[in-house]
């Protein structure tokens, strides 16, 4: 962790996203009719990892994640895993990750007891198992509260990097007195499960970059366009194209330069912008857009409200 002192008083930069959410849940009591509570932040934490380790966007030192914690009774535990499992499978078929998973297990510094650690663990096996998921043992590398899913992706060189995490808490309700009234009017207490899907956002725009080697789906590229005119004499009409386009929703950039057409579409190619929509006079005088992907095929001459669709209808086929 960070830490300063300000006015005789020690501070800590918030290293996780947990605490605060079990706050919030304590805030007020809580019936069993309210569970499973899920709290979602997307959160930035700070963490003071060694100089060593730093490694581009795939291991920093601040960063964000897609943070959620259900807080539930332990009869819904095995339900709120699984979803999470189910919601982890669609998130990477999206993106197209191959992917590993292991549950990391009680560290050498950890909390909360034996008996604790093994109704967690066994949850985890328990789900994964019973979703026909593979997994490997990750001995002693679970959270220092309790042991998690850990789901590897496979970047372009083969490298495993942990994105998605799922980890089962039965240690920090307790330690934080949270409770809730059961059907029977006694007080009870929740289980915490800890998940995020992409994990780091800046990990996950790295492995993405590579996966991708840069050249994004259309999708989720930055940059969905751009449009290039052939001589100044089509600089006008240009810019009416470019603002149609970004009137709707389409992301594009517009190349007016002095320069050679076939410079300009080289440079875009290097930049792997996915559509690339030359201006000459004929397009000009006919109110169209000749399409050129990064690829280097040409497609047929369209209006630019017929490549607005073509761009929605692709955008659609996710990878």
């Not at 966007?57 to 499992?85: M, N, S, W, Y």
Request: glycine share 6%.
């Amino acid at each position: 962790m960070y830490f300063t002192e300000i006015d005789e008083q020690s501070y800590g930069v918030k290293p996780m996203n947990c605490l605060a959410h079990m706050l919030i849940y304590k805030s007020k009591m809580r019936s069993y009719r309210d569970l499973p509570l899920r709290y979602f932040e997307l959160g930035t934490v700070h963490r003071h990892e060694k100089s060593g380790v730093l490694h581009g966007l795939l291991r920093v030192r601040g960063f964000t994640q897609d943070d959620a914690h259900i807080l539930c009774t332990p009869e819904q535990l095995d339900g709120e895993i699984k979803g999470v499992l189910k919601f982890v499978q669609d998130v990477m078929e999206i993106f197209g990750f191959e992917y590993e998973m292991e549950i990391s297990t009680r560290p050498e510094k950890a909390i909360g007891s034996d008996e604790d650690w093994e109704r967690a663990t066994s949850a985890l096996m328990s789900a994964l198992k019973d979703s026909a998921l593979p997994f490997e043992i990750n001995e002693g590398d679970g959270a220092f509260y309790g042991p998690k899913i850990d789901i590897k992706l496979k970047d372009a060189l083969d490298r495993k990097w942990q994105c998605a995490t799922i980890q089962c808490d039965f240690t920090l309700p307790e330690r934080f007195d949270l409770t809730y009234v059961g059907s029977d009017g006694e007080k009870h207490r929740p289980v915490m499960v800890h998940r995020v899907i992409l994990g780091a956002i800046e990990r996950f725009i790295g492995v993405l970059i590579e996966h991708f080697a840069g050249s994004f789906p259309l999708w989720v590229s930055p940059v969905q366009a751009v449009i290039i005119n052939v001589t100044d004499n089509q600089a006008e009409y240009a810019q009416k194209v470019y603002q149609q386009l970004v009137d709707s929703g389409v992301r594009v950039k517009i190349d007016l330069r002095n320069e050679k057409l076939g410079f300009k579409i080289r440079e875009a190619q290097m930049e792997k912008i996915p559509y690339m929509l030359v201006i000459g006079d004929r397009e000009m005088e006919n109110g169209q857009v000749a399409p050129r992907s990064r690829t280097g095929k040409t497609i047929d001459p369209m209006t630019p409200e017929n490549f607005i669709r073509f761009v929605e209808d692709e955008s659609r086929q996710y990878h």
